[in-house]
């Protein structure tokens, strides 16, 4: 069964679509919520119906506007996006869906619009789908995102504003600056900066190299996962006295890394 192909029997009135409450054969909890944002009706309504089939609870919305609004009044897991949209399209509301909120983001996309796939996992969208699809394919990549959002440990509190300190270095986040023990500004690439952010936000929990690269580099990095390897070396040779054998974070064999020196922020 091939979405773009097809046309529904009877189309769905409900915003909502309810689930059963039960596991299904998928392996999916009835509990996740997934809103499907596309401008033809006949795509959201199959879309909707067959991720109802296999447990989900389900929110329809034609356009920004819609998504917007039910955003407001209910509780969302997941948000299925496409693209090409009249008025705002799938990558302004991307962009707004990373500004304000941190909900895992599924693009579709036109098989031509190589471009857009590429910007909209730069603006922070987790995985993309091209159409035409299969809906067997679409349930499997809600059912991976699940999976990694939900295994990432939560943030203490939102990070703005502050000043992070450890071992005599300060990390100011609004200014993205590192500054060493003798108040000298030590360079950070994109990635290096956000992969120590997310150290000193989870500091003494074991991160995965999957989690890391949710966190950091996004999953445009899916092809390249040695990568964090790289950064985390890299990222040592700039904080750690002894890289070689260092003291703030710990490699994990099997599981990942762990930064083990204490974190506290300005004015603890």
Not at 13 to 24: A, F, L, M, R, Y
Not at 47 to 76: I, P, W
Not at 172 to 179: A, E, G, S, T
Not at 219 to 248: C, G, M, Q, T, Y
Request: charged share 30%.
């Amino acid at each position: 069964m091939i979405f773009d192909n097809l046309v529904p029997k009877c189309p769905v009135q409900s915003p909502i679509i309810g689930s059963t409450g039960k596991q299904t054969e998928s392996g999916v909890s009835a509990s996740p919520t997934i809103m499907v944002v596309d401008d033809h009706r006949d795509i959201r309504d199959l879309v909707g119906r067959y991720l109802q089939e296999h447990g989900l609870r389900v929110l329809l919305a034609d356009g920004g506007d819609a998504m917007k609004r039910q955003l407001r009044t209910h509780s969302v897991d997941l948000v299925v996006l496409d693209i090409m949209m009249p008025g705002d399209d799938g990558l302004t509301l991307c962009r707004y869906l990373r500004e304000h909120t941190e909900l895992p983001v599924i693009l579709l996309t036109a098989m031509s619009e190589e471009t857009d796939r590429i910007v909209g996992l730069e603006m922070g969208a987790d995985d993309y789908l091209t159409k035409p699809f299969n809906p067997r394919e679409l349930l499997a990549r809600i059912k991976a995102v699940l999976r990694r959002t939900s295994a990432l440990p939560p943030q203490r509190s939102p990070m703005a504003g502050q000043r992070l300190r450890f071992e005599g270095w300060t990390l100011d986040v609004d200014r993205h600056q590192l500054i060493d023990p003798e108040g000298v500004e030590v360079s950070l690439s994109t990635a290096e900066y956000k992969l120590l952010l997310a150290f000193l936000e989870h500091a003494g929990r074991v991160l995965s190299r999957d989690q890391l690269m949710d966190l950091t580099l996004g999953r445009e990095a899916d092809a390249f996962d040695r990568s964090i390897d790289n950064h985390v070396s890299r990222l040592r040779r700039k904080i750690d006295p002894d890289a070689r054998n260092p003291r703030l974070i710990k490699t994990i064999w099997g599981g990942g890394y762990q930064w083990i020196a204490s974190v506290k922020r300005a004015g603890e």
